[in-house]
């Protein structure tokens, strides 16, 4: 599987960023989502994902109620909205996949996703 994330940028604090998430290749239904991101120097985080069938979604704390992350199978792609930037959002941002039917904070687990994008990179500025 082969992934390619878009929508990154620099924006002011406040602002909204959609990032996408493209797969291609053998692709499969009957995996989840994530998106992760690392800041200069620190090491990669969990940030949010979705499972399979989109039913359900788990956020780390501090992007609960600005990020939301979906999902359309039909078209083999994945979004996170990001709404209410802060300057500590400032990453590159990489969605992965993760095969099984997971749910909930199993999808929080960084070692389980086999599949990597390259990463966009988000700055916000105060």
């Known amino acids: 599987v082969q992934l390619v994330e878009s929508g990154g940028g620099l924006v002011q604090a406040g602002a909204s960023l959609r990032l996408s998430c493209v797969a291609s290749g053998r692709t499969s239904p009957s995996h989840a989502v994530g998106w992760f991101r690392q800041a200069p120097g620190k090491e990669r985080e969990f940030v949010a994902a979705?499972?399979?069938?989109?039913?359900?979604?788990y956020y780390r704390d501090s992007v609960k109620g600005r990020f939301t992350i979906s999902r359309d199978n039909a078209k083999n792609t994945a979004s996170l909205q990001m709404d209410d930037l802060k300057p500590e959002d400032t990453a590159v941002y990489y969605c992965?996949?993760?095969?099984?039917?997971?749910?909930?904070?199993?999808?929080?687990?960084?070692?389980?996703?086999?599949?990597w994008g390259q990463g966009t990179q988000v700055t916000v500025s105060s």
């Open positions: 992965a996949t993760q095969y099984g039917r997971t749910s909930g904070q199993v999808m929080a687990v960084m070692k389980s996703y086999d599949s």
């Open positions: 979705i499972s399979w069938n989109g039913g359900s979604t």
